[in-house]
């Protein structure tokens, strides 16, 4: 088969391997510069490759296309494969036709990452044959081609959604859907969140769909009448008007039943005493990663021995240094409203915020409650910050802006007092004045270091 791969990062990359791999013709295309390690990749290999364009009368060549999740719909060169009829794919569709392992698929707009890798770790923890894949930065099709794992646990973004069809999850875990990416949605919160819903399309009596019974959106959007897949809602709280499969009974102890309403005696208890992960949201992505651990077959004692080894991710509510009594956490992954939420409510003392960026449509109506009761200051760094202004001139005692992360930190540890906490949580994309939150959470713990140094 002719395949064409639109896009040359890690998910691009990672097919044009596996389909290699597997026989067919690849010619990959990315209309940007290519990465100097995937370019390596790709020429090593021997397979054909462009930058810096998409050369239509090539790509239309192709009997299908792998898509990388990046490129919208509305692009041209998407616009021109739809009006010919050529099936355009994902990476994880591409790869989920080459593997029989189980695959543990996390999605949600906000904590999947943590749910992934907490999931991951806790598999690997037991001694299972686990890989871990996709949104994280880890191609699945790459790793399907030696095929050497038992599960997959993958992330998996609405983009990487759009275009499966017959990819079929062993375990789907659906965290919650907030409003974001709505440009990518026609503005429809519906459309985005039918776009989740697609993680539970081909499920199947072998597995389990488990999702946060406390999520709105969720509960509107999601209908279970033709699943046929066993269903595993959790919450916070011991609900009685759901059948749950998980919930807390205590602040550091959680129940799981995996046969909600057909045993009520069945539940098993997990600690999460020893856990480092702080604040409401992460109770909920740990209860996730818990049930899917637990439909793997983990013991309790496996898990609770697991959740005290577990190191988050990078610029996750990720505490980088302590200055004159004041802690400073990166939390710059959190790139919406409902992430910088959480954020806010799981830390109880004084804090100095750190916000701003490229705004995406945010409704910061949500954060006026806490920030008037827990912000000490606010801080907006971004090239036009006149929306956090409005919003929040009139609830913080003090706020101030600045372009530059050395300034926002060197302002930041001058209106901090001993015991509060600087909090870098943006609200808000990083593209103003970074290449990327990566980019912004590394400019913050350097900012910290240099400051504590001096």
Same mark, same amino acid.
């Given at each position: 088969?002719? /395949?064409?791969?639109?896009?040359?990062?890690?998910?691009?990359?990672?097919?044009?391997?596996? #389909?290699?791999?597997?026989?067919?013709?690849?010619?990959?295309?990315?209309?940007?510069?290519?990465?100097?390690?995937?370019?390596?990749?790709?020429?090593?290999?021997?397979?054909?490759?462009?930058?810096?364009?998409?050369?239509?009368?090539?790509?239309?060549?192709?009997?299908?296309?792998?898509?990388?999740?990046?490129?919208?719909?509305?692009?041209?060169?998407?616009? #021109?494969?739809?009006?010919?009829?050529?099936?355009?794919?994902?990476? /994880?569709?591409? $790869?989920?036709?080459?593997?029989?392992?189980?695959?543990?698929?996390?999605?949600?707009?906000?904590?999947?990452?943590?749910?992934?890798?907490?999931?991951?770790?806790?598999?690997?923890?037991?001694?299972?044959?686990?890989?871990? $894949?996709?949104?994280?930065?880890?191609?699945?099709?790459?790793?399907?081609? #030696?095929?050497?794992?038992?599960?997959?646990?993958?992330?998996?973004?609405?983009?990487?959604?759009?275009?499966?069809?017959?990819?079929?999850?062993?375990?789907?875990?659906? &965290?919650?859907?907030?409003?974001?990416?709505?440009?990518?949605?026609?503005?429809?919160?519906?459309?985005?969140?039918?776009?989740? &819903?697609?993680?539970?399309?081909?499920?199947?009596?072998?597995?389990?769909?488990?999702? =946060?019974?406390?999520?709105?959106?969720?509960?509107?959007?999601?209908?279970?009448?033709? *699943?046929?897949?066993?269903?595993?809602?959790? !919450?916070?709280?011991?609900?009685?008007?759901?059948?749950?499969?998980?919930?807390?009974?205590?602040?550091?102890?959680?129940?799981?039943? *995996?046969?909600?309403? &057909?045993?009520?005696?069945?539940?098993?208890?997990? !600690?999460?005493?020893? !856990?480092?992960?702080?604040?409401?949201?992460?109770?909920? =992505?740990?209860?996730?990663?818990?049930?899917?651990?637990?439909?793997?077959?983990?013991?309790?004692?496996?898990?609770?021995?697991?959740?005290?080894?577990?190191?988050?991710?990078?610029?996750?509510?990720?505490?980088?240094?302590?200055?004159?009594?004041?802690?400073?956490?990166?939390?710059?992954?959190?790139?919406?409203?409902?992430?910088?939420?959480?954020?806010?409510?799981?830390?109880?003392?004084?804090?100095?915020?750190?916000?701003?960026?490229?705004?995406?449509? =945010?409704?910061?109506? !949500?954060?006026?409650?806490?920030?008037?009761?827990?912000?000490?200051?606010?801080?907006?760094?971004?090239?036009? =910050?006149?929306?956090?202004?409005?919003?929040?001139?009139?609830?913080?005692?003090?706020?101030?802006?600045?372009?530059?992360?050395?300034?926002?930190?060197?302002?930041? $540890? #001058?209106?901090?007092?001993?015991?509060?906490?600087?909090?870098?949580?943006?609200?808000?994309?990083?593209?103003?004045?970074?290449?990327?939150?990566?980019?912004?959470?590394?400019?913050?713990?350097?900012?910290?270091?240099?400051?504590?140094?001096?």
């Amino acid at each position: 088969m002719n /395949i064409v791969i639109l896009g040359a990062a890690e998910s691009g990359v990672g097919a044009a391997l596996l #389909a290699q791999a597997k026989g067919h013709t690849v010619f990959v295309s990315d209309r940007g510069a290519i990465q100097a390690d995937y370019k390596e990749q790709l020429t090593q290999a021997g397979i054909e490759f462009e930058e810096s364009q998409h050369t239509l009368e090539r790509i239309l060549q192709a009997e299908e296309v792998i898509k990388s999740p990046g490129i919208p719909e509305k692009a041209p060169v998407v616009q #021109a494969l739809r009006e010919k009829n050529i099936p355009i794919i994902s990476e /994880i569709e591409f $790869a989920g036709r080459h593997t029989r392992a189980r695959c543990i698929c996390i999605t949600g707009t906000n904590g999947k990452t943590t749910t992934t890798l907490l999931t991951y770790h806790l598999l690997k923890s037991a001694g299972l044959k686990v890989g871990l $894949a996709g949104n994280v930065g880890f191609s699945l099709a790459e790793q399907v081609i #030696a095929d050497e794992h038992d599960y997959y646990v993958v992330e998996l973004s609405s983009f990487q959604l759009d275009d499966t069809y017959d990819f079929r999850p062993w375990v789907s875990v659906l &965290l919650n859907i907030t409003p974001d990416h709505l440009d990518r949605y026609g503005y429809s919160l519906e459309s985005y969140a039918q776009a989740k &819903l697609r993680i539970t399309r081909n499920l199947d009596s072998s597995g389990a769909f488990i999702y =946060n019974a406390d999520d709105e959106v969720t509960g509107k959007y999601f209908q279970s009448a033709f *699943l046929e897949t066993r269903l595993l809602p959790f !919450s916070l709280h011991h609900r009685r008007d759901v059948q749950l499969a998980g919930y807390y009974t205590e602040e550091h102890k959680l129940c799981t039943n *995996l046969a909600p309403g &057909l045993d009520e005696d069945s539940g098993v208890e997990v !600690s999460t005493a020893n !856990s480092p992960l702080i604040g409401q949201h992460n109770r909920q =992505n740990t209860l996730a990663a818990v049930l899917a651990a637990r439909v793997a077959g983990l013991e309790p004692e496996q898990i609770e021995a697991a959740l005290a080894t577990f190191q988050n991710a990078d610029h996750r509510l990720q505490l980088v240094g302590e200055i004159n009594g004041a802690r400073y956490i990166n939390d710059s992954k959190a790139t919406n409203v409902e992430a910088a939420w959480y954020a806010l409510d799981g830390i109880h003392q004084p804090i100095v915020w750190i916000a701003g960026g490229t705004d995406k449509g =945010n409704d910061y109506s !949500s954060l006026l409650g806490l920030a008037e009761s827990r912000v000490k200051a606010l801080i907006c760094l971004g090239v036009d =910050n006149s929306k956090l202004r409005a919003a929040f001139g009139h609830v913080v005692p003090h706020l101030e802006e600045t372009q530059r992360m050395t300034d926002a930190v060197a302002r930041a $540890a #001058a209106l901090a007092a001993p015991g509060d906490v600087v909090l870098l949580s943006p609200c808000c994309a990083s593209f103003d004045l970074f290449k990327n939150y990566e980019d912004r959470g590394r400019q913050f713990a350097a900012a910290v270091e240099k400051l504590s140094a001096s």
